[in-house]
């Protein structure tokens, strides 16, 4: 990385701060990475100088701020390499996102008997809104099964397709075990059958090169909160010919064209999503973190995060009784682990007392913890900020849990 | 005499004090949820399991000579911890004493964060059905 570790870290204030007076460790960027000023800073400027409502008034402000807002849009489409930019949707995030495409495609497209697709390694913001769409409509949900190292089986998939599947829902990289699926051949072999794919990206944005395009998914959903941008903001992109055939998702202001009490006709591409006063701060903020990322490169960002991950990896692989939940040969530097037979609720106390954030539980994930028959595990999930001296601490931390439950 | 909800929770109060680290009074802690066994198997049982999505608390409560006896275990040992204190406080008080049980033991002695809903192991709801127990042994 152009920079170093002492500037970057300079940018994200929250990270000098301490919890029970030692110094905090961040490890757990899986559930919401910190933010760098230029976000918190951009979200202040807005209600300070620019605050109005998008898209109404014809006046200075409101041409201002529509202006910005649809700048995001603009750059969000070359983060996700999106064809155009009313491909792009605003959401809340991710769950949002999955919700809308259950909710508009989903109950337009899927009927009785047909099929729908998840893995076992599904955040349950991708397996409940397909749940709960296959009840409502008579639908059938299967599963990908997970080996033993976090890596899905594909050539179980390709039994699972057949002519009633409709969709196939897939996580970019597991939030709990780390896993990179290789999607782009699941989506392929989708397509070849006419199944339509929806990629979760919650944990993929920012790690790693997005290109909707070339992996030619037909929707993809990140959290603006996981990728150093604020909550309450998130993306949906969908292909131009799918988001035209699919029905409006909620009803309001700024997604229709004309409203009389016989009938309204609907907005355009993507304000027929966008129902109501969109999230406009939020948005110009996730644009300076999207801005940001692009500076320090995504490339970069990944291969340091590789390092911290390999580091983290081996350092773990040192301690005895140390079981790594996850193994598979792509993974992003997120890490779920057991120490013996001690139970993650009394490990992750501990760690916590040594002013480090790490998860533990079964991180909306149960299926998975059922899968390896664990009550849940600790995860530490890091990001290009993080230190291996910080590792080293956690290391101790380890250290200090087996002595006290031995 | 058997002693009240107060005295006991003086009692402990005062065992921890002896404790100025934190580590140290975990590892009391930690002592305490080893050893001691707290529920008949038999009633280790799904319908008298309280869910915490980290872990997971069995509780079974039985009225005799007009006290509620709980028993309770959990998966993981630091809510052991936490449980046989609650217990050795609540356990053979009368329904009206558990339903007035200030319980600011738990605060004094530092353990305070393991009863606040982020932790989501369970605590909360057992505090919450032991008092429900009370009331409904009370009203039969
Ligand atoms: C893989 C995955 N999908 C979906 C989500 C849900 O994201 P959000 O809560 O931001 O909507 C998460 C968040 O933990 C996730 O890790």
Redesign the interface.
């Known amino acids: 990385m152009k920079l170093s570790i002492e500037q970057i870290r300079s940018e994200f204030p929250i990270l000098s701060q301490t919890a029970?007076g030692k110094p905090l460790v961040y490890f757990d960027n899986a559930a919401t990475t910190q933010k760098p000023v230029c976000v918190i800073k951009a979200l202040s400027d807005y209600y300070t100088s620019l605050n109005s409502n998008v898209h109404r008034g014809a006046h200075y402000l409101s041409i201002k701020a529509s202006e910005a807002y649809e700048n995001v849009r603009r750059q969000i489409q070359h983060f996700l390499h999106a064809g155009y930019a009313h491909e792009i949707v605003f959401t809340r995030g991710t769950t949002e996102s999955i919700n809308l495409v259950a909710a508009t495609y989903g109950r337009k497209f899927i009927g009785v008997a047909d099929e729908i697709i998840i893995s076992h390694i599904e955040h349950h913001s991708n397996i409940v809104p397909w749940q709960m769409l296959c009840e409502e409509k008579g639908a059938k949900l299967k599963v990908i099964p997970v080996f033993d190292n976090g890596e899905l089986d594909f050539e179980a998939f390709l039994n699972l397709l057949n002519e009633r599947t409709r969709l196939l829902a897939l996580t970019h990289v597991s939030n709990t075990l780390g896993t990179i699926v290789p999607v782009q051949k699941y989506i392929e072999a989708a397509h070849q059958c006419g199944v339509l794919v929806l990629i979760d990206g919650a944990q993929a944005a920012a790690h790693m090169k997005i290109d909707v395009q070339e992996l030619d998914c037909d929707f993809y959903g990140f959290s603006g909160h996981k990728a150093y941008g604020p909550m309450g903001i998130g993306v949906l992109y969908g292909k131009e010919k799918w988001l035209n055939a699919m029905p409006p998702y909620q009803g309001g202001g700024e997604m229709i064209l004309n409203v009389s009490f016989e009938k309204s006709t609907y907005n355009e591409l993507p304000y027929k999503f966008e129902a109501g006063t969109p999230n406009v701060a939020d948005a110009i903020a996730l644009g300076k973190a999207l801005e940001y990322i692009g500076e320090l490169g995504v490339d970069q960002i990944e291969k340091r995060e590789k390092e911290l991950l390999d580091y983290l990896t081996q350092r773990l692989t040192e301690i005895p009784d140390i079981r790594i939940i996850g193994t598979a040969s792509e993974k992003t530097s997120i890490v779920s682990f057991l120490i013996g037979e001690?139970?993650?609720?009394?490990a992750?106390?501990?760690i916590d007392?040594f002013g480090i954030a790490v998860r533990?539980?079964?991180h909306c994930n149960q299926p998975i913890m059922d899968r390896f028959g664990v009550?849940?595990t600790i995860r530490a999930s890091l990001a290009f900020y993080n230190t291996t001296e910080e590792i080293d601490r956690l290391i101790e931390a380890i250290e200090?849990v087996k002595q006290?439950?031995a | 005499m058997s002693k009240t909800v107060e005295d006991i929770e003086k009692e402990i109060v005062a065992e921890f004090d002896i404790y100025d680290d934190?580590?140290d009074r975990?590892?009391y802690l930690?002592e305490i949820g080893k050893y001691l066994p707290l529920i008949d198997p038999t009633y280790k049982i799904e319908s008298n399991l309280i869910h915490g999505?980290?872990?997971?608390v069995w509780l079974h409560a039985e009225m005799q000579d007009g006290r509620v006896v709980f028993s309770a275990d959990s998966?993981?040992?630091?809510?052991r911890g936490i449980i046989s204190l609650l217990i050795r406080a609540l356990s053979n008080q009368t329904p009206d004493d558990i339903m007035a049980a200030p319980l600011k033991f738990i605060t004094l002695i530092g353990l305070k964060e393991?009863l606040s809903p982020s932790r989501?192991?369970g605590l909360i709801s057992m505090v919450k059905q032991m008092k429900f127990y009370a009331l409904a042994f009370k009203s039969k």
Not at chain 1, 342 to 346: G, R, V, W
Not at chain 2, 53 to 56: F, I
């Open positions: 029970y001690i139970h993650p609720y009394d992750g106390t501990i007392r533990t539980g079964n009550p849940g200090k006290m439950f | 934190w580590l975990y590892n930690i999505c980290q872990s997971r998966d993981a040992v630091i809510t393991h989501s192991n």
